[in-house]
Structure formats: C-alpha cells, structure tokens
C-alpha cells in the first residue's frame, strides 16, 4: 500500500551520503503527534462528530506517523522511535496491548478497535470515560488504568507491531516503543471496590507473558531494538517496588537475548538507589537518562557505569522551546565519553518531544530575533544529530557557530535584561511579606464594609463564552473593528453579566472575564517579557492543546492590565464587584519559562507585576479581588525532597501580589482541584481571606482538610457543583451539599459558588444552575 519502498531507499541512501559510514549515534526518545498544524486533533474530532470515517482518520495518521519518520531519517538519527503516536495516549495503548479492558465497557475479546478505544478515553452514551491524570509534572494528561485482582490480560492491540512494521514498509527501521511494564503498574490504580490491601505490583507475573508475545512479534518483525519507558524509576520507589524492575527485567530477560534493549528514563535524575536497581539489569544493553533536569544522574554515572553498556545521553530539552547549548552539550557529551568508552553514547532527548511545540517553520509572526533563541520539536532533532556528529569527530562548524551567534544576542539582548526588574526581584529574596493583620481580624474589617449575608453566593469569574463574543475580541486584534466598537460590545456584554447576577440576587459579582481569550495569555500579552506563537500547540489530553506564551526576559507591567474593566463593571453595581487577576504561579506553570534563571526568579518578576496591578485595583475602588491560583499544585517537584523549597517560594509569590493591600480589601484565590491533603499547609500560608476550590465529588475528606482551615479562620467556598458537566444541580442536591459541608466547617467561613468559571457552558445552563445555588443557599440561611 505504502508508495514507501522506493523513497524509504532514497532515505537510506541519504543518510550514508550524508555522513559517510551510516547514521551517527542519535536517538529522540518520543514525538508529538498532533501535526503541526494540530492535524490529527481536527481528523479525530471529525471522526469523533460522525462527519468523517474511520479510513479517513486512519490516513492523517499514516500520513502524520510516515513525514515524521521520514524527517527523522533524513535529519540523519540512527534510532528514530515507533509507537510513539497514539490516537489519545501511551498509557491507553498498553491497557489496550494488555487487554485490560474496565468490563463496564463490554468487550467481548479479539482486537480492540476504535469503539471500544475511543469508549475508554472518552466514554460513551452508556458508561462514562476511564479517570485522566497529569502525567508526572508535565500538563500531558494519561487515562489512569484500573486493574483488579481478577483482569484477563490477553494480548489485545498489535499497534507496536503494526507501526514497526509500517516504518520498515517505509524503508525506516525503527526502535519501537513500549511502556515498561513496571511504570504501566505503578501509574495504575485498584479498579473500584477492590480491597485497599489489593498490590497492583502483584499482576506483574500476569502481564509479562503478554510483553514477551509483543517482543517476540517484534523480533520476528525485523526489530534489534526495543525501547521500555519507565520514567517511575526517576519517583520515590521503595525496596519492594524496585525489586519488581529486578523481578520483570529478569523474567523478561530470554525473551529479549540477542535484543538491544533500552530503559528509558526522563522527568528528573535517577536516585541513587534506582540508580543501582537499574544498571544491575541483565537484560538490558542500554540506558536512557534526561540531562537536562536530572543533571544530578551524571555524578552517579561517574561513580560506575556498566561497561559495554550504551548511555542514551538526553541532553536536548524535550520541556521547553529554547535551542540547545551546542557547545556546552558537545563538552558535558565528550566528558561522558570518556566516562562510558567511546561509540558507547547516543545523543538523544531529555523525554519525548511531545511536550514542546512542534515546528518552528510555522511561526511567520515570530520576530528574527526571539526565533533565532529557539527549537522546537523539528529543531531539536536537527540540534541532536548535529551533536552527534560533532562528538564523532564530524562537526558541521557553520551550524555551531550559528547557535553560539544566536545564543550570544539572547544573553545581551535588551529585550531579555531589565535591570530595575532584576534589582527589585532579588531585593526579595529572604523576606516574608505578610499582611501585617491576621485573617479574623481583617475579615472582620472587611465584613463592615462588604456587609454580606451569611454563606454569601459568588462565582469564581467567567461567564459563557459565545461565538459573537470570541469573534468580535479576533476581530478588534486584527483591526477589523475600532477601539470604540469594540469597548462598546464588551461594555454590553458586561452589563448583561451584571444585570443577570443581580436578578439571580448573587452577593458578590464577577463581571463576567468577556476580554479574556484565556487567563494566562490576557496577562502575558500585556506584559513584558512575553511572546506568542502561531501554532506552538502541546498535546494537553485527547484531542486538547494549549499553546503556552513564552516568558523570554524580564517581566514587568507597563501599564494598568484589568482596571479599566473592573472599575467599568463596578460602576454598574452597587453590590461589591470582584477584580479577577491570574496569580504568578499559575502564569508560570502555564507558560514555557526561561532557562537561564531559576524558575522562582522569574515567578517573583511576575508577582511584582500582579502586585502592581492589585494596589491598582484597590486604588481604583475595588474592595474584593481575585487571585487565581488554579496551577499552584501542577508545580509541585516529583520527589518529595524537593516540595518544600517549591512551595515556599510560590507561595511567597502569592503573598507579595497582596501583602500590601489594606485590612478592608478582600483577597480571594481560587485552585482548580481538590487533592491538597498534602500541601494543606501551604495553602493557609498563602493567607488569602477566601479561599474557592474545585470540590466536584464532593469528598467528605476534603472537607476535614479543611478543619485544618477552620482553625485558620479564613473564609472556604467548596464548589457546590460541577461546572464540567451539561447537567444542572437540584436545589436539593446543592442544599444538602451545603448541609454536608456545615457539618464540618462553621456557617460563617462558608462560602457558596460552583466549582470553577462558567465560560465552557451555555447560558441556558448557567442561568438555571445558578438560580438553583442561590435558592439553596437562602434555604439554609433560613435554618441557621
Ligand atoms: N477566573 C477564572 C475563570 O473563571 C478561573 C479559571 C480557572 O480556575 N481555571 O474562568
Ligand atoms: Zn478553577
């Protein structure tokens, strides 16, 4: 089928004439799949609408899987990745691999296909979707396996096979891709109703015989290499979950004789403990370590490293979107040369490339400037087989001296250094930037002002977001409509949200964010420091991207970003009105940051500017504001040792945009989960006088969490409903959620709002929801 053969032996033929004896030792451990231009996102929610077929979606996949393959080839890597795409995630593939099918979606055996596939990721009509959660510390989301004691693991998806097999039809040999089996059980959790004493470790015995039949079908396939990712090695493992990495490889180790096999880790260093698990393990010939973050990993490397073995040598950014160091990675790769023995190290990726941008060439908007200082995805495998022709003697001296040249003009430009910035930033450091008054206190003196009734009722700041609305705000950036018309419709809009909330008899209002496309890009294109992409789009879940802005210099605001709005909107209301501001942790964590200073660097720049725009605020009659804070927890470290040093500076952060606001005005924050057992702490250091929070599922432990609050004193608003879901909440339902909830928290910290912002829903939905809290809410006022 493939019309590869013939261009598959021009590639070959390329690679030996491009660097004379054969591909140079290189390696990407993993690649986007989206497409540049978001390809295969739009083919599956054709698919996914009906409005396009299977075979359609199937040939963008082909098509996307076959150029990167081919880019890859021709860039000149030796070890080019297979199984590497996903129609939604790694991990989903495995479970498909392994059969592991929840039995809620009725599979009745043989190979999974897209119904049964897509049910999983997405739930259907019938039964709802497998759980979704972060993957490590990244903004990639994986679906969360659920195994129970009694899972028939059968060898249920030949994809690994099928895209080795479709590379090599190309003329390509690739290393295909599998998670390890160890990381697939460790990122697993215990299906529902299973006892808590129930190890998912023990099914290990039950899934190797699967991976054994996916290496054999591989090595019968053509396959030498085969790549296990187990990025769980880089977490806090104990003794008895290493010793599955000991118990697996060793089990796994006949099957694979005569394999090159790699482990490939990434996210962090590799503990030392680990560390000595790993390089014990017979049955592997090759070991992949991320340089970039885990630059700790190099001292155990140096300590002892297995002779014979490869060192796959991650010392290109898979995280973020600035072009490489050539020199200094050249030098870091000749010092692990001589540590490991010549032709024993492979250049290759810090992790996958799936989480940075895609491709460079796309960005027409981009100044000269700005793109010279980056690599995205395409970039940086050009950046890696360069380094490996470099360290075999083979340096392309034009394309060195390029980098050297672009990252010179970074580190001078005027754009990146503002000194005042730096001064005020480092002054800092060290101090603790409080609110001189305690929570009880100012809220009292809040309270005087605000006079709010018992459990007051707000929201927590967009209203629904319609067509009309996003082309008018696309309009007005491309100067198709005039400044006046454009404040004009957004000053409608506004009203309407006012009007609506003051029907609805909300106590403290939002005005509704209509100007804001999202909440971190409003702030970053106000600010300076930043830029934006075109399509620098990053695989978040499914078919979902987000295009991070990038904070290339020194942050600072040069003028008011959201008074204008706010003070507009309170003017039309007696009722006190929110001033709604994203926090500086979340900006960071949304956005790719600079590498040339540490992160808390860049996260005091930020709180500097939000400081500034909060006294703004204030100055200009704002008596409530809102700092979100939706991101705070994403940042956290994977190793415990690092959590602390994390949390206090963000949430020192946090402090210095309010530490300097009078006892009278109201400071709210807002985080979108409900998972803070552990860092419960840190959010009461954070010492806002109202703290909103996602509480969908309406988890009694949460709110005993929360007693810890109590005793804090400061005011807690649990959301009362999902605001993910279509479904409006009975009055009832919401009523005995409060009930709930004033069994453990006291009536007068208590706060009513739903779970997060409004803008993905229909006023059709919101206004009858919202009719529903406050009615509930009234209803318990009156049984206090
Ligand atoms: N104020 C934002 C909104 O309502 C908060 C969104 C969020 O927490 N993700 O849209
Ligand atoms: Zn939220």
Request: hydrophobic share 40%; proline share 4%.
């Amino acid at each position: 089928e493939h019309a590869g053969k013939q261009s598959g032996d021009a590639f070959r033929a390329h690679n030996l004439c491009s660097n004379g004896y054969g591909a140079m030792a290189s390696h990407i451990v993993g690649y986007p799949r989206m497409g540049p231009k978001r390809e295969l996102k739009f083919a599956m929610e054709s698919f996914w609408d009906g409005k396009s077929s299977a075979e359609e979606l199937q040939k963008v996949a082909a098509d996307l899987r076959s150029s990167i393959w081919k880019q890859m080839a021709d860039a000149g890597i030796k070890h080019i990745p297979s199984n590497t795409f996903s129609y939604y995630d790694q991990v989903l593939d495995t479970t498909a691999m392994l059969g592991a099918v929840p039995s809620r979606y009725n599979w009745n055996g043989g190979e999974i296909g897209f119904d049964i596939y897509f049910s999983m990721a997405r739930g259907n009509a019938i039964v709802p979707a497998m759980e979704m959660t972060k993957w490590f510390d990244t903004n990639y989301h994986y679906i969360v396996p659920e195994l129970s004691p009694d899972v028939k693991f059968s060898y249920a998806s030949h994809k690994a096979v099928e895209e080795y097999k479709e590379a090599k039809a190309l003329g390509i040999d690739t290393v295909p891709v599998l998670v390890g089996p160890v990381s697939y059980l460790l990122l697993s959790k215990p299906a529902k109703g299973v006892e808590r004493s129930f190890s998912l470790l023990s099914l290990i015995d039950k899934i190797i015989p699967i991976y054994k039949e996916v290496v054999a079908e591989l090595r019968a396939a053509g396959a030498s290499w085969i790549q296990f990712d187990e990025p769980t090695l880089v977490k806090d493992l104990d003794t008895h979950q290493l010793q599955a990495f000991t118990h697996a490889y060793a089990e796994l180790e006949s099957s694979l004789s005569g394999l090159n096999v790699l482990i490939e880790t990434y996210f962090a260093d590799v503990p030392a403990e680990a560390y000595k698990t790993l390089t014990s393990l017979k049955a592997v010939t090759a070991y992949g370590f991320d340089l970039v973050r885990g630059a700790k990993t190099l001292d155990l490397i140096k300590e002892g490293f297995p002779s014979g073995k490869y060192l796959f040598a991650g010392v290109v950014d898979g995280r973020n979107i600035w072009a490489n160091n050539l020199a200094s990675s050249l030098s870091s790769l000749q010092a692990i040369e001589g540590i490991v023995g010549k032709d024993k190290v492979v250049v290759s990726t810090s992790c996958s490339l799936l989480h940075t941008a895609v491709d460079l060439v796309n960005e027409t908007k981009l100044d000269q400037e700005i793109k010279s200082w980056l690599a995205f995805a395409a970039q940086k495998v050009i950046e890696v087989n360069a380094l490996a022709k470099a360290l075999s003697g083979q340096k392309d001296e034009a394309f060195f001296a390029a980098n050297a040249a672009a990252l010179a003009s970074r580190k001078s430009s005027p754009r990146v250094t503002n000194e005042g910035v730096q001064k005020a930033a480092a002054a800092l450091k060290g101090s603790d930037h409080r609110r001189a008054t305690n929570v009880s206190a100012r809220l009292e003196a809040q309270q005087k002002n605000l006079n709010l009734p018992i459990l007051p009722t707000t929201t927590i700041g967009s209203f629904p977001q319609h067509a009309d609305l996003r082309r008018i705000r696309r309009e007005f950036k491309a100067n198709k409509i005039s400044k006046e018309d454009y404040v004009n419709f957004i000053k409608e809009e506004i009203n309407k949200v006012v009007k609506i909330q003051e029907e609805l008899d909300i106590d403290v209002l939002v005005h509704g964010e209509p100007e804001r496309n999202d909440m971190v890009e409003y702030f970053g294109e106000q600010l300076s420091g930043f830029a934006f992409t075109a399509n620098g789009w990053v695989q978040s879940y499914g078919s979902r991207c987000v295009k991070p802005p990038i904070i290339y210099g020194d942050v600072s605001r040069p003028e008011p970003m959201t008074v204008f709005w706010s003070s507009m909107a309170q003017s039309m209301t007696k009722r006190p009105m929110k001033g709604m501001l994203t926090g500086p942790v979340t900006i960071l964590n949304w956005s790719f940051v600079r590498d040339d200073q540490p992160r808390f660097e860049t996260c005091y720049q930020i709180a500097l500017a939000i400081k500034d725009e909060v006294e703004d605020l204030e100055k200009a009659g704002i008596t409530v504001i809102q700092i979100d804070e939706a991101a705070l927890r994403e940042g956290l470290p994977l190793r415990k040792s690092e959590e602390a040093f994390y949390l206090n500076w963000a949430v020192h952060s946090f402090r210095i945009t309010n530490c300097g606001v009078k006892d009278t005005t109201q400071i709210h924050t807002h985080m979108c989960y409900s998972n803070f057992n552990d860092i419960i702490h840190s959010i009461i250091d954070m010492d806002a006088d109202v703290i909103t929070i996602e509480n969908s599922r309406s988890d009694e432990k949460l709110l005993s969490v929360f007693r810890e609050g109590v005793k804090y004193g400061a005011g807690i608003g649990p959301g009362v409903y999902d605001i993910h879901s279509p479904r409006i909440p009975p009055t009832e339902e919401i009523a005995d959620r409060i009930t709930k909830m004033l069994a453990v928290l006291e009536s007068h910290v208590l706060w009513v709002n739903p779970d997060c912002g409004l803008k993905t829903r229909k006023y059709a939905e919101v206004k009858p929801a919202l009719t529903n809290m406050v009615t509930a809410a009234k209803l318990i006022r009156t049984q206090l």
